[in-house]
């Protein structure tokens, strides 16, 4: 039996595939429980400067194994406490790890699979991805972040319709509204998310890991709060060496080389 989650370090970038194709990469305990240590280990390897997040197969993910949650519980499982014990770390993770992290979108991604896109990022999306909100057809609540990601995606109407109806969101429709970033050929997906991260690892880790706290911190702050967090993070910011660099790299005329170790969470 494969391992249901993929990874795969490529020079500075770590690709996580996520590998139940023949269930559509539908989530049970054994692939959160991998997931989570792929993401972990970017901690503790300073050495990698992006994340690209993907499925194997036909699909992103399809959401939660209802089948596993059921056989495993024996009867209806305390759906709330899965979500504290998996997806919710997981979104945290997601949203606190220091470096970038690309949904590369590759087929459906519906239920908490498309609440787990959301959280990534950046996403690009194949031609033929969807997102679907499924939770109202099975009589449950949208989960993994969705009701407070969507409606800052989207806007509150377009969140109500999607997480009611239910209904598919073609990947150009998703591009349209902001959900994702682009949409490329099928075949493609992989490729143009390690162009991204390929230039981000150019870019000094630091400014991108501070980058990343401020704009989460901004969709629950006031304009007050933001300006004193954006004076604190640049003092951060110019006081590390890969300022420094940028700027002595700028005055010598030539290419910067900036460390590895310096990415702030």
Not at 93 to 122: E, T, Y
Not at 144 to 158: E, F, N, Q
Request: with cysteine; proline share 5%; net charge negative.
């Amino acid at each position: 039996m494969s391992d249901p989650v993929i990874v795969d370090r490529q020079e500075q970038c770590l690709v996580v595939t996520l590998n139940r194709p023949e269930s559509l990469n539908a989530f049970t305990v054994e692939m959160h429980q991998q997931l989570m240590a792929a993401l972990n280990s970017v901690e503790n390897d300073p050495a990698i400067r992006g994340v690209i997040l993907t499925g194997a197969g036909r699909a992103f993910c399809a959401g939660q194994d209802l089948q596993e949650s059921q056989e495993a519980a024996g009867s209806s499982p305390d759906l709330g406490a899965v979500i504290e014990r998996y997806y919710n770390p997981l979104v945290r993770r997601l949203q606190h790890l220091p470096v970038p992290v690309i949904g590369a979108i590759n087929g459906v991604a519906a239920g908490a699979g498309a609440s787990l896109a959301f959280a990534c990022d950046i996403v690009i999306a194949a031609q033929s991805a969807r997102f679907i909100q499924s939770f109202s057809k099975i009589g449950l609540v949208p989960d993994s972040g969705a009701t407070w990601t969507l409606p800052r995606l989207v806007g509150s109407h377009r969140a109500r319709a999607l997480t009611m109806l239910g209904t598919p969101l073609d990947a150009a429709t998703a591009l349209n509204w902001g959900l994702v970033w682009e949409v490329v050929e099928n075949d493609a997906v992989l490729d143009s998310a390690k162009a991204i991260i390929e230039k981000l690892s150019a870019f000094p880790p630091t400014g991108l890991a501070l980058t990343k706290k401020a704009l989460h911190a901004a969709l629950t702050a006031t304009l007050d709060e933001q300006l004193d967090l954006e004076r604190d993070l640049q003092s951060q910011a110019g006081s590390s060496p890969d300022h420094l660099e940028g700027v002595r790299a700028f005055i010598e005329k030539r290419a910067p080389v900036f460390t590895t170790g310096n990415k702030t969470s």
